[in-house]
């Protein structure tokens, strides 16, 4: 196992009909600007709960944080929390609502002219940054962001990320039921997220972490035995409950620590978003199967060892073992109605050239593991992603 360090201050709240308590987890006298996407927030009843939490605060409402957030929308909220002295900022939302404030709060506190900086860090944390402390509400269960240091965000036609641990979320109201009303692609777009943030995490190679590996080999077989279920069955509690929970913990840095991480489905998925407009989940879908079936010498250990645990193949040579796996995940991702070919998307393959010049021109040319996927290996990945 390698050396780690793990730290994770997000305080979890869980469960049924808690909002009433969202008063008592921010400062007394603090102003608060609550932050949401469309209108299904208000809709559904969730914003006029969180209000009706927060009744012995001042309150702020900024509405209209797109998938896929944008710097120039993020900007307008910024502007507003220095206008109105806002003291804690609450997302209400998926990952891309809190993803989105997550930059606001850096952006809002950064002392420089030009807070496009912020971009340019990648996974690297920002030196010497400060941020407005944040909380979540979670109505989308997917990305995990709810519970780490990292977000994303899109800006002149590409998806940059940003990490810093000044944006942990101070707590993270994490209510199931919240979730029942999400129209069925976006639950099926979340198991897949939750189970290639695991895989992104898991099939490397080994390193002997091995609570590590039962950990995320939970998470795995979990979103296999409710993926289904909770999709058909919206309003099942525990389905969607168990769901809520491997969702957070898929990324909340407990199982990438001291071991190897991989990645490369997510740097070329963004360009796929960014490009086409194609939703972060079903890109995922569409790009692990191609990129293990081109790595699949350099993570085959792990990959018999996926096959095995996860998908109980025993029988047969090692290749047929891993090439089995990997059909079986594909499978799966059909089973909950998300299609794993980039032509289902209407991509073709004189498209594959575009998508190679974003990834160069991001920097993003040796990914994975290893390192050793250069933007030729992404493009054989892309190709077997037709």
Request: hydrophobic share 40%; aromatic share 8%; charged share 20%.
């Given at each position: 196992?390698?050396n780690?360090d793990f730290?994770?201050?997000?305080?979890?709240?869980f469960g049924?009909?808690r909002l009433?308590e969202?008063?008592?987890?921010i400062?007394?006298?603090a102003?608060v600007?609550?932050?949401?996407?469309?209108?299904s927030?208000?809709?559904f009843?969730?914003?006029a709960?969180v209000?009706a939490g927060?009744k012995n605060?001042k309150?702020?409402?900024?509405g209209g944080?797109e998938?896929?957030?944008?710097?120039?929308?993020?900007?307008?909220?910024v502007?507003?929390?220095?206008k109105?002295n806002?003291?804690?900022?609450?997302a209400?939302?998926?990952g891309?609502?809190i993803?989105g404030?997550k930059?606001i709060?850096?952006?809002?506190k950064y002392e420089?002219?030009?807070p496009?900086?912020l971009?340019k860090?990648g996974?690297?944390?920002?030196?010497g940054?400060k941020?407005?402390p944040?909380?979540?509400v979670v109505?989308?269960p997917?990305?995990?962001?709810?519970?780490n240091n990292?977000?994303?965000?899109?800006y002149?036609?590409?998806?940059?990320?940003?990490?810093?641990a000044e944006v942990?979320?101070k707590f993270?109201?994490l209510?199931?039921?919240?979730t029942?009303?999400?129209?069925?692609?976006?639950?099926?777009?979340?198991?897949?997220?939750?189970f290639?943030?695991?895989?992104?995490?898991?099939?490397t190679?080994p390193?002997?972490g091995?609570f590590q590996?039962?950990?995320?080999?939970g998470?795995?077989?979990t979103?296999?035995?409710?993926?289904?279920?909770?999709i058909?069955?919206?309003t099942?509690y525990?389905?969607r409950?168990?769901?809520?929970?491997c969702?957070?913990?898929?990324l909340?840095g407990l199982t990438?620590?001291?071991?190897?991480?991989?990645?490369?489905s997510?740097m070329?998925?963004h360009?796929?978003?960014?490009?086409?407009g194609i939703d972060?989940g079903?890109?995922l879908?569409v790009?692990l199967?191609?990129?293990l079936t081109?790595l699949?010498e350099?993570?085959r250990?792990?990959?018999l060892?996926y096959?095995?645990r996860?998908?109980?193949i025993?029988?047969?040579?090692?290749?047929?073992?891993?090439?089995?796996a990997i059909?079986?995940?594909r499978?799966?991702?059909?089973?909950?109605?998300?299609?794993?070919?980039?032509a289902?998307?209407?991509?073709?393959?004189?498209k594959?050239?575009?998508?190679?010049k974003?990834l160069?021109q991001?920097?993003?040319?040796a990914l994975?593991?290893?390192?050793?996927v250069?933007?030729?290996?992404?493009r054989k990945?892309?190709?077997g992603?037709m």
């Amino acid at each position: 196992m390698n050396n780690f360090d793990f730290y994770n201050p997000t305080h979890l709240v869980f469960g049924k009909e808690r909002l009433g308590e969202l008063d008592n987890l921010i400062p007394p006298a603090a102003k608060v600007l609550v932050l949401y996407g469309g209108g299904s927030v208000k809709k559904f009843g969730t914003l006029a709960k969180v209000l009706a939490g927060l009744k012995n605060h001042k309150v702020v409402e900024f509405g209209g944080i797109e998938p896929n957030p944008q710097f120039t929308t993020l900007m307008k909220a910024v502007d507003i929390v220095k206008k109105e002295n806002i003291d804690f900022l609450l997302a209400v939302g998926g990952g891309s609502v809190i993803d989105g404030t997550k930059f606001i709060s850096l952006a809002a506190k950064y002392e420089r002219e030009n807070p496009e900086e912020l971009l340019k860090f990648g996974f690297t944390p920002i030196p010497g940054c400060k941020a407005v402390p944040l909380g979540t509400v979670v109505t989308i269960p997917a990305t995990g962001s709810e519970m780490n240091n990292c977000a994303v965000i899109s800006y002149n036609h590409g998806k940059y990320v940003i990490y810093s641990a000044e944006v942990f979320p101070k707590f993270s109201f994490l209510d199931p039921t919240i979730t029942f009303s999400l129209p069925a692609t976006q639950v099926a777009n979340g198991v897949v997220d939750a189970f290639i943030h695991t895989t992104e995490q898991y099939l490397t190679f080994p390193v002997d972490g091995r609570f590590q590996d039962r950990t995320a080999e939970g998470i795995m077989q979990t979103l296999i035995e409710i993926g289904r279920t909770t999709i058909d069955e919206p309003t099942n509690y525990e389905a969607r409950a168990n769901l809520v929970v491997c969702a957070t913990m898929a990324l909340n840095g407990l199982t990438c620590s001291g071991v190897p991480q991989d990645w490369t489905s997510h740097m070329i998925g963004h360009e796929l978003t960014a490009i086409f407009g194609i939703d972060h989940g079903k890109t995922l879908a569409v790009l692990l199967p191609a990129v293990l079936t081109v790595l699949k010498e350099q993570k085959r250990a792990k990959l018999l060892q996926y096959a095995e645990r996860i998908w109980n193949i025993t029988d047969g040579d090692e290749a047929s073992r891993v090439d089995l796996a990997i059909s079986k995940t594909r499978e799966f991702f059909e089973s909950l109605g998300i299609k794993t070919r980039l032509a289902d998307y209407n991509v073709t393959e004189d498209k594959i050239d575009d998508v190679v010049k974003a990834l160069q021109q991001h920097g993003m040319t040796a990914l994975s593991e290893s390192g050793k996927v250069t933007l030729e290996v992404s493009r054989k990945i892309l190709e077997g992603a037709m």
